[in-house]
């Protein structure tokens, strides 16, 4: 079962790390929050679904944060080498 997670706006400052039990993750907003940074275990969520019955990308959305530069940068990078089939909305 494909998932979808909305955290938006909810002034959410940080992510736990348990956040990689997700499965089957589809799109994770988190937009609109008090966010600073993304846990590392965030980019080992292991089954980011893509693809699978025409659905298309799974997405990404951390639009709407505090991430300062080397953080949003981080985050980019991250995503580009790591969930290649994620869509991240930044």
């Known amino acids: ?13 940080f992510i736990p790390s348990q956040i ?3 499965q089957y993750l589809r799109i994770l907003s988190l937009k609109n929050n008090r966010l600073t940074y993304l ?3 965030l980019f080992l969520i ?7 019955g025409g ?6 959305d951390v639009n709407g944060n505090l991430f300062d530069d080397k953080e949003l940068n981080q985050i980019i990078k991250t995503v580009k080498d790591k969930l290649i089939h994620v869509s991240l909305i930044y």
């Open 20 to 22: 990689q039990v997700l």
């Open 1 to 13: 079962m494909v998932k979808t997670y909305d955290f938006s706006n909810n002034k959410i400052e």
């Open 46 to 52: 292991a089954n980011y679904s893509y693809s699978g």
């Open 55 to 60: 659905c298309g990308a799974a997405r990404l």
């Open 39 to 41: 846990p590392n275990e």
